[in-house]
């Protein structure tokens, strides 16, 4: 099946950094989803893209979908306490297929 | 603000109970999905449907069964639990036009002693 290599497992920064992860496939998405969790709780889509190319902005996020339609990066400016959480990736094939792969995720720790 | 609740948010139940995981959203979606996730590790699907009386498994083997008799319910059963059923289980729900991505209930922690 496909899969998804993810990267960091983890990130430790201070408030105020810039950080950046991201996702790398060995198959061909047509699209490509950023989602963050917090503990305890479920998944919440931050970003997603559709297009080879597509560099996608949500506030403070920034996310774009590679040319070689396997791979992805996120990227966080000016990093907050808030930020704090597991960042996944998720990647879609063509066709009507709806199921998602997800990375192993990116826990990201902010230091105030 | 998306509206699919699951119940309950934590379970501790002892090996060889039946349990069901409920799974209700309001947004009349037709797709719906439970992805196993352990913790620190990635969610995998474990059973999608496409709509009422669809249900299919997904890519990850898993003793549990669903039912879709509603369009707003998508519950999981475990007949016998097991130790190695204990996980986090997440529902989610998508829209039938194309690139409507899925939102995800909070999830149920399920322990099994």
């Known amino acids: 099946g496909q899969q998804l290599n993810q990267s960091p497992q983890s990130m430790f920064i201070q408030e105020g950094e810039d950080v950046s992860m991201n996702c790398t496939s060995s198959s061909i998405f047509n699209t490509w989803l950023w989602y963050k969790q917090d503990p305890g709780e479920g998944p919440v889509l931050l970003i997603a893209?559709?297009?080879?190319?597509e560099l996608t902005s949500n506030g403070r996020l920034t996310a774009q979908f590679g040319i070689t339609r396997k791979d992805s990066f996120l990227n966080i400016s000016a990093s907050i306490p808030s930020d704090v959480g597991i960042y996944f990736c998720a990647g879609r094939g063509g066709g009507s297929n709806y199921k998602l792969t997800f990375g192993k995720g990116t826990l990201l720790t902010v230091n105030p | 603000e998306a509206d699919i609740y699951q119940t309950p948010r934590y379970l501790v139940i002892g090996t060889g109970k039946k349990i069901t995981l409920e799974c209700s959203q309001t947004m009349g979606h037709d797709k719906m999905y439970w992805y196993q996730q352990d913790p620190g590790m990635e969610l995998h699907l474990i059973h999608y449907?496409?709509?009422?009386?669809?249900?299919e498994k997904g890519d990850l083997s898993s003793e549990s069964t669903v039912s879709r008799i509603r369009t707003e319910h998508f519950p999981l059963t475990l007949e016998s639990a097991r130790p190695s059923h204990t996980s986090q289980y997440l529902c989610?729900?998508?829209?039938?036009?194309?690139?409507?991505?899925?939102?995800f209930g909070q999830g149920t922690r399920l322990t099994v002693v």
């Open positions: 893209l559709y297009k080879a190319g």
């Open positions: 989610a729900s998508s829209a039938p036009k194309a690139n409507t991505e899925a939102f």
């Open positions: 449907s496409y709509g009422v009386n669809s249900t």
